[in-house]
């Protein structure tokens, strides 16, 4: 029998692979809108700072998103709140992460 204290604490990558998501097909919770002057700094910052990688650049090197493995951290919301270029709600009930605990 193994002790629990004697098991390594699981690495974040393996926490995270716990969580489940179920994606609202066609409705994405988070939505850029772009402006014509270009992204944003704090736009582009998601994607070094989004947790689960939803933000990247495209080939015409602007900022998009693919919201679908969202933690709902609301980081991005934060982060572009004054630039007014996410619009961000919680995913309908029932979508969404669902997080494993424990
Ligand atoms: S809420 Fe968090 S996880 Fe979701 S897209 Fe924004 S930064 Fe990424």
């Given at each position: 029998m193994t002790d629990k204290k004697d098991k390594p604490a699981p690495k974040m990558e393996e926490r995270l692979y716990q969580n489940r998501y179920q994606v609202d097909e066609g409705r994405s919770h988070v939505q850029i809108h772009q402006q014509n002057k270009g992204d944003s700094p704090e736009l582009q910052a998601m994607t070094d700072l989004c947790p689960a990688g939803c933000y990247r650049l495209n080939e015409a090197g602007r900022v998009e998103v693919?919201?679908?493995?969202?933690?709902?951290?609301g980081s991005c919301r934060i982060v572009c709140q004054s630039t007014g270029e996410i619009e961000w709600s919680y995913p309908r009930g029932g979508y969404g992460i669902l997080f494993k605990f424990g």
């Amino acid at each position: 029998m193994t002790d629990k204290k004697d098991k390594p604490a699981p690495k974040m990558e393996e926490r995270l692979y716990q969580n489940r998501y179920q994606v609202d097909e066609g409705r994405s919770h988070v939505q850029i809108h772009q402006q014509n002057k270009g992204d944003s700094p704090e736009l582009q910052a998601m994607t070094d700072l989004c947790p689960a990688g939803c933000y990247r650049l495209n080939e015409a090197g602007r900022v998009e998103v693919v919201a679908d493995g969202c933690m709902e951290c609301g980081s991005c919301r934060i982060v572009c709140q004054s630039t007014g270029e996410i619009e961000w709600s919680y995913p309908r009930g029932g979508y969404g992460i669902l997080f494993k605990f424990g």
